[in-house]
């Protein structure tokens, strides 16, 4: 099989014979449709492949494209972290990778919005059960209850009561993810204390056993693809159904290398939402009592007075009690070697005097060692900083960040 690799915001060629066979794929349409691959004219009638922020890989036709990280391992260790943010789902054959890490990262994540889902956003739904006794406890039925007397029970009357149950399709998919956890510890190795986690976990949806037992094979794979495409209203919904379809659809993250065989569902992951977030998870970490860490919720407008159209909204709000300061910063997922673009500061310093924050912070991936830009106080009274983070030592150079920008005492 031909294999084009696409880097991560970077550019392929590609042969007119390799764009005969992937423009005429619908697949491959529905990738550039996503925003995961933009296809560009060339010199000559040739053609060249750029990649955006997603990484990932697809079968198309008898070629498999593949957008490669920029920064090796960023995937692994960004999701170890912590940076919990659904993968985009899309209909297209997908090989398993040979590496088995990422699918006990994938597992892991799984079982963690499973947690969260079950702890204050489980979907219910109410329905219509017949019955039968002698107290009626719902709709009276009458044609059951004339057949109930004429079989000489004539104590009892036949109704309908309402009942809250979780044996929904979405529910279903989870349950039967949770139950497929086993099966994957069989063929590589999961730590115990996941399996458990998956097992105790399958308790607060055993009504759904039986549905799941009575799925034809796929089935329930081919509900959560459908249910994945649609927006639930709530982050936690919309994370658990897509890595629930990913754990059913034998971890389209990766597999082990024994399995040998592709997946119907191609899965791309956004690694600049996944750097954001773990930035942002770093420094609550961090800072633990100390200050209140979360993303833009207030929003304030940039302009006096107060407009709804321009509004800040950094990645990041350090809000601290004692002193009652504030502090912002940016997670930006793109190259830094010498001095950050000035649309990128001229947004910080904004966001910055929005929110009347004495420090301002701007951090990007770095490829080598950790990196240190001062920028000195800005014209609005706030402190600057850009910080190359390396993902050899990513939580260490957030916190040596935090502690060159006076937000936190000693280094890691």
Known sequence: MTIIAVPERGTAEVTSAEWSVISNDPRFWQLVSQNIIQAEAGAAGRWRLRGNCYVGRAIVGDIMLEVTEKFAGAFELLVGLGALKGPKLLKATSPIS????????????????????????????????????ALIGGRLNIPRTIRLRTRGASHQAAFERTVLTDDLPFNRCIYAALRQVERIGSVISLPHSEI???????????????????????ELSDVAFREAQRDHGRQELNDVITLAGAVLDAAGFGGADTWKRSVEHAWFVNLESFFEEAIRQTIRTALGGAATVTSAQNRPSLFRPATSRYRANPDVVISFVEPTTTAIADAKYKDFSTWPAPADIHELIAHASAYKATKALLFFPADGAFLVRPFGISTSGCQVWAYGISFQNFVGDVYSALSIAGLKADPM
Do not use: M, N, Q
């Open 196 to 218: 458990a986690a998956a097992r105790v976990l399958r308790l607060g949806l055993s009504e759904c056993l039986p549905g799941v037992l009575s799925a034809r094979p796929g």
């Open 98 to 133: 040979p590496s088995t890490g990422s699918t006990v990262i994938l597992i892991a994540l799984f079982l963690r919005s499973v947690r969260r889902y079950l702890s204050g956003w489980k979907v219910s739904s109410y329905i219509k059960v017949p019955d039968a006794g």
